[in-house]
């Protein structure tokens, strides 16, 4: 059984952005999926769609079979979303904010205390269950969307960007939790721009860019795939353009700043020996910070812009 | 679990969380109704209700307390809806309604409840308020209550349709400012309307509002200008209207979804 079904969906805002192309993409139950994608590539507009916050413009979804828009009742009560942007009431506690979403969900009061208690103390937010919602912490906001995406037990939860500026050791601590959820057979659907939260976490990933999903596979498979490291390294000779080594993909990124890619099997020492070789003197060397931004350019690169294709309708 | 139960603990929830919302922010509620009709009391009642003599037979204090209540509970029923929903919008909270399992006619029932029972609140203020300056007698207890209970829906749905528009908080001033506070002054409150003359008494008869507060005074004193029928029925339109319109909004998505 899929979990989340979306078939040909379609979005065009109001504006006329035509931010999703015909989406198709199946998860199955039990799955930890990641969506990927740039800035801007529609990760939220679908999941949008998928909360019944975003009008589609076509398509269909089903959730667990139930189809959101025939069925929507039962399609909505096996679903938790946590919204990439916080949406709180200001003037709610933590605590009223969670029986809120419970009663929403049709669970009576002392089912719901005792669900609100449950996910404040495993989300360590029930020693601030009275604290009104605008006075936590950006890291204690993002975990209390969570407490509340769970209130109801959903069997699908999706996460737009949960971690987004949350510190590492939270990060971390989210990572169990959602593990935890996911071996209890809850299946999970997440954004994220941080690839080593999908490799950590996720069995399948899909990347969606302008609209289109252009690769659904799974993350060993996708990681295979990526070169092992890109490093920067400054030198200090002043070159025009990369030394003449073919076996390495070498890029200058200013006169002095050289970028490598160090695909599977390279090693480092023998980088050094022929970069030594060819008179370049390194003084410092670095990774290059985000590999997912790497990935999506290179994805990108093989998947020229896809608007130009297809004419003006 | 089945619809139905859903719904309903939906429905108790959200007037819960309203209920709550207005009694929390008390002195931005209930306070200014309360001060604001003490005033008119002092002012109108008094000091120049003692030389404006009768009023369709009655103490010029008498003839507006039945109007300065029904004034004090429309400005509250609307204003609890149209800032509620509004601040649920501008919050992005909305949202949390609607991923929820629950039809848009139950969001709608729950803050239209919200506001009948803001409007019913500050109602029960005033009117102690007024029972410290004038002797107030019931006429009709069923008038009052079934006049009262569809003014303030009908005032509740007109915040929701005013806070489903509204795009800044500008808007949710507009409205109250231009269209509704004039009509209620023009609705009676202040005078009666056989004052008028011809060509202003029938143009008053277009204006809902006099056949609320007429209504309403009926209630109290048991006179009235407009047949008692005639004003339920065209509530009562105005109601089914006012609703229709709202729910359509909801479902539409105006407003609130992109
Ligand atoms: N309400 C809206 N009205 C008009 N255009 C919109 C709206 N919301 C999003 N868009 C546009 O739709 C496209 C997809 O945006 P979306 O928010 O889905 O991207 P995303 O993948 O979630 O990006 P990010 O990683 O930055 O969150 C963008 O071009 C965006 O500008
Ligand atoms: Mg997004």
């Given at each position: 059984m899929n979990a989340l079904e979306i078939l040909g969906l379609e979005k065009v805002y109001a504006n006329g952005t035509h931010a999703l192309h015909g989406i198709n993409l199946q998860v199955a139950e039990g799955d930890f999926f990641a969506l990927l994608g740039p800035n801007g590539a529609g990760k939220s507009t679908t999941i949008g769609i998928v909360s019944s916050l975003v009008k589609k413009t076509a398509g269909t979804i089903r959730v667990f079979g139930h189809d959101l828009t025939q069925n929507w009742f039962e399609a909505r009560s096996l679903l938790g979303i946590v919204p990439q942007e916080i949406n709180f009431s200001?003037?709610?506690?933590s605590l009223e904010i969670i029986l809120n979403q419970a009663g929403y969900y049709g669970l009576p009061r002392p089912l719901a205390m005792e669900r609100a208690e449950k996910y404040l103390t495993q989300l360590g937010l029930w020693e601030r269950r009275n604290d009104l919602s605008r006075t936590l912490s950006g890291g204690f906001k993002r975990r209390l969307m969570i407490a509340r995406a769970l209130v109801h037990e959903p069997k699908l939860l999706i996460l737009d960007e949960p971690t987004a500026g949350v510190d590492v050791e939270l990060r971390r601590s989210m990572w169990t939790f959602l593990r935890d959820m996911n071996r209890g057979g809850t299946t999970i659907v997440l954004t994220t721009h941080y690839l080593e939260e999908a490799e950590s976490l996720c069995q399948h990933v899909a990347i969606i860019d302008h609209g289109r999903i252009i690769e659904r596979t799974t993350i060993k498979e996708l990681l295979a795939t990526l070169p092992t490291e890109t490093f920067v390294l400054d030198l200090d000779t002043v070159m025009e353009s990369p030394p003449a080594l073919p076996q390495y993909a070498l890029r200058m990124r200013d006169r002095t700043t050289l970028e490598v890619d160090l695909a599977r099997g390279q090693d480092m020492n023998d980088l050094f020996i022929n970069l030594t070789h060819s008179n370049v003197r390194i003084r410092s060397m670095r990774n290059k910070s985000n590999r997912l931004e790497e990935l999506f350019l290179s994805r990108v690169n093989r998947n020229p812009e896809p608007e130009k294709g297809n004419g003006q309708a | 679990m089945v619809r139905r139960e859903v719904f309903k603990v939906a429905f108790a929830t959200i007037v819960r969380k309203e209920v709550n919302r207005f009694v929390r922010i008390w002195p931005q509620t209930i306070l200014p109704p309360a001060v604001s009709m003490a005033l008119y009391f002092v002012i109108f009642g008094n000091l120049i209700g003692t030389r404006v003599g009768q009023m369709d037979g009655f103490s010029y204090i008498d003839f507006i307390a039945p109007g300065l209540i029904m004034m004090s509970v429309m400005n509250n029923a609307y204003a609890n809806v149209v800032s509620s929903f509004f601040g649920a919008k501008f919050q992005h909270h909305v949202e949390e309604m609607l991923v929820a399992p629950i039809p848009n006619w139950v969001i709608l029932a729950g803050y239209i409840t919200g506001g009948v029972l803001r409007g019913l609140a500050v109602g029960v203020v005033v009117t102690a308020i007024a029972m410290c300056f004038t002797h107030l007698r019931v006429s009709s207890v069923l008038t009052i209550i079934a006049i009262l209970l569809l003014t303030t829906v009908l005032f509740s749905l007109g915040g929701m349709v005013n806070a489903i528009y509204a795009k800044k908080f500008d808007d949710i001033s507009i409205i109250p400012t231009f269209l509704l506070t004039p009509l209620i002054y023009l609705g009676g409150v202040f005078y009666s309307i056989d004052l008028l003359p011809p060509f202003w008494k029938a143009v008053s008869y277009a204006n809902p509002i006099v056949y609320m507060v007429d209504a309403f005074r009926y209630g109290l004193l048991g006179t009235s200008h407009t047949h008692l029928g005639a004003a339920f029925a065209i509530i009562t339109l105005f109601v089914i209207a006012l609703g229709g319109y709202a729910l359509t909004l909801l479902e539409r998505g105006t407003g609130i979804k992109s």
């Open positions: 200001q003037f709610e506690t | -």
